[in-house]
């Protein structure tokens, strides 16, 4: 019986052929995947004569920005659906949704109902991600349109100390509010704890906003100028008993004595402005000045001279409230080594 020659060649290409046309099949068939909790934001409108926002029902606050989808279920090839999963699971699906008033044709004061599916599949968030949406939860959602009429409105800051006094310039400003709450409104500003101490002794430029619901501003489009109150610009000098601290690192903990050569009245207050309060806290502190040592002062061998530190309380120099009216005294001193026995502890020059 004659055989023959069997191909090999051919059956690899046939068999490879064969399982490329199975993992593509497999690839490209269709899976679900079901998205909780999506957020969509009411966009910024052109107009800024209409506030827009999602009617929260039986909820408090009724009036916000957003809305969270319960579930929105996308389709697509299993590729796909397999890349989406694994950005989400990463934490690195940037699905950033949201409504236009102005797309939505939601241009005039009323109450409009949003078609939650019909929106999702015209977005083109969803669409850059390959998939379809087929359903969500929930399928309804409702905005308000509300017209703001521009009128003068008072600015003050907020979030400061009660006991500050501060000045703003100009007093009023142009600002689109509520029809009714017209004359009632006030426009905000807030300043952080650096523009706060920058304000008392330059007029800090700020634009205020108003606040329409939790949540919810409306910037001004003007600025004021805010400084502090030149009645409360002045910070009273005094004294303040001082106590110094040592700061060294473990290595030196339990090895080295610290030998001060400076007569104690050199340090033994130190002079200050601050407000009576700012003082208090100055005064009350463990230690109003701190010695940091180095591991390098080991190896010195003469009489090492380093300023000490103002350990003065940080939420009040944050505030402008306390500052030191001296130079920080040098201190002069040198390290005895501990050096241990059995049954006793001597001391040796470094």
């Known amino acids: 019986m004659t055989f023959k020659k069997i191909k090999f060649g051919k059956i690899f290409i046939v068999v490879f052929l064969t399982a490329l046309i199975w993992v593509w099949a497999d690839l490209a068939r269709d899976e679900s995947l079901d998205l909780p909790d999506v957020v969509v934001e009411v966009a910024k409108t052109s107009n800024p004569a209409l506030w827009v926002s999602f009617v929260a029902e039986h909820e408090e606050p009724d009036l916000r920005p957003s809305m969270t989808l319960k579930s929105v279920i996308l389709k697509g090839p299993a590729r796909k659906v397999a890349a989406v999963q694994l950005l989400r699971n990463k934490g690195r699906l940037d699905l950033n949704l949201f409504v236009s008033p102005e797309r939505e044709g939601m241009t005039k004061a009323d109450i409009h109902p949003l078609d939650v599916l019909d929106f999702l599949k015209r977005s083109d968030e969803i669409r850059q991600l390959g998939l379809t949406v087929i359903d969500c939860e929930p399928k309804r959602l409702t905005l308000r349109v509300q017209e703001l009429v521009k009128t003068s409105v008072a600015v003050e800051c907020a979030g400061l100390d009660p006991s500050v006094q501060w000045s703003i310039q100009p007093e009023t400003v142009e600002a689109y509010v509520p029809k009714d709450e017209a004359g009632v409104r006030k426009a905000t500003i807030r300043l952080t704890p650096e523009e706060q101490n920058r304000a008392k002794n330059e007029p800090v430029e700020k634009a205020p906003y108003i606040e329409l619901a939790p ?99 940080s939420e009040y120099v944050q505030k402008g409230q306390i500052e030191a009216d001296q130079k920080p005294p040098t201190a002069r001193f040198t390290l005895r080594q501990i050096v241990e026995t059995p049954g006793t502890t001597a001391e040796s020059a470094p």
């Open 215 to 313: 949540g919810q501003r409306h910037d001004v489009a003007a600025k004021v100028k805010v400084t502090l109150a030149p009645a409360q610009n002045a910070l009273l000098s005094d004294w303040v008993p001082a106590t110094v601290g040592l700061c060294f690192s473990q290595n030196m903990q339990g090895k080295y004595r610290v030998v001060l050569e400076n007569d104690p009245t050199e340090w033994a207050r130190v002079m200050i402005r601050a407000t009576p309060e700012a003082k208090q806290a100055y005064a009350q502190m463990p230690y109003q000045m701190i010695l940091f040592l180095q591991d390098a002062d080991r190896q010195a061998t003469e009489t090492i001279q380093r300023p000490v530190v103002f350990n003065l309380p």
